[in-house]
């Protein structure tokens, strides 16, 4: 059984499309976060919930909205995609208390 | 501000030999520390972590760090490189009170040559 899976693996899509990824994790975590990883391969942090609640919210367009609809789900849509966001996204989840966290095998956006 | 500095963008070494990837880290206190491995378009996975234990830390697949506060440093390190050890490497540091938000360093790619 895959620890925290995403869905799609691959995205593919247009200019101003609007476009959802989701991410669901078995490991009974609390904390969930979605990281962005460029073309250069930089990771930053974009979001974090912790029990459904927003806890971390860098500095993302608010074209970014995250959606937790229970602690095992956190779902990243975006709408007017940009050029830009073409990235793999990654998420991942853990424990409150525990520093470690588990990632997912990421979703590789194309943005044409 | 916080930050972690990785050495070196690419690192390549024959196979058998010392693998040495280096990171830096910038702040005022002290940080958990990490290792993540990232295999081809595959996602990051754990190698080990500094969480103020030891500081000599050993992790999986024989890597292991050491914790060198006066040097703000994390050091990975392996006695014999194998050929699958090829891939991406990222140290990364979090803090306590900042809801797990992992900061990255700008990765290692090493090539291991037979």
């Known amino acids: 059984d895959t620890a925290v899976s995403q869905t799609p693996k691959y995205l593919v899509t247009q200019m101003g499309n609007d476009k959802s990824i989701k991410c669901e994790q078995n490991?009974?975590?609390?904390?969930m976060y979605w990281y962005k990883q460029d073309s250069k391969k930089f990771l930053k942090i974009m979001f974090s919930y912790n029990n459904k609640e927003l806890i971390i919210n860098e500095t993302v367009p608010n074209r970014f909205s995250p959606k937790s609809p229970d602690k095992a789900h956190l779902n990243l849509h975006i709408n007017s995609l940009e050029l830009g966001d073409s990235a793999v996204y990654f998420c991942?989840?853990?424990?409150?208390?525990?520093?470690?966290?588990?990632f997912g095998p990421g979703t590789r956006l194309l943005v044409l | 501000a916080q930050s972690v500095t990785q050495l070196g963008s690419h690192v390549s070494v024959s196979e058998g030999a010392l693998v040495l990837l280096r990171c830096n880290y910038s702040s005022s206190v002290p940080p958990y520390l990490f290792w993540y491995v990232q295999y081809p378009n595959q996602g990051l996975q754990l190698l080990l972590k500094?969480?103020?234990?030891?500081?000599l830390v050993k992790g999986i697949n024989g890597f292991e760090a050491e914790f060198k506060k006066s040097e703000t440093s994390f050091h990975l390190t392996k006695p014999s490189a194998h050929m699958s050890d090829a891939a991406e490497y990222f140290c990364?540091?979090?803090?306590?009170?900042?809801?797990?938000?992992?900061?990255f360093g700008q990765g290692t790619e090493l090539s291991v040559k037979p």
């Open positions: 490991l009974g975590h609390d904390t």
């Open positions: 991942a989840s853990s424990q409150a208390g525990e520093e470690t966290q588990y």
């Open positions: 500094y969480t103020s234990a030891a500081t």
């Open positions: 990364a540091v979090s803090y306590y009170n900042q809801g797990g938000k992992l900061i």
